[in-house]
């Protein structure tokens, strides 16, 4: 396996920080999930989709139990993500890991279980 060829992202009030082990590729996101995050994410989230098959990724898992906020333009970047994977014939799973306390969190990724219940998964963390 190679590495990563994404970088984090860090701007005034988002980060995103991945890293590779085992055929996971973890991403972790803290901050606001605004509008002014949502750009990063759509460039990032598209930059990944060239990771999974380039690494034989197995499992993404988006780490969402730092974020304060996410607006639904966020939402609709991880959509891509999965309509992305799902288009290129790509079998990888999915995995939002989310706060227990944030109740908000699990009930705004849940459209996306239901979307693709064969790949996607949230699981508290």
Known sequence: MNSLSVDPVVTDSFWIEPALKDGTLSVKLTGRGDMAAATPLKA???????????????TVE??????????????KAFIGFICGLVGHGLKCRIRFVTDPSLTWQRRSLKPLDRMCPELVSIADG
Do not use: I, N, Q, W
Not at 62 to 75: K, Q, T, Y
């Open 62 to 75: 988006f780490d969402v139990r730092g974020l304060g906020f996410m607006s639904s333009s966020c939402l």
């Open 44 to 58: 990032y989230v598209k930059a990944l989709e060239a990771e999974v098959p380039r690494l034989s990724v197995g």
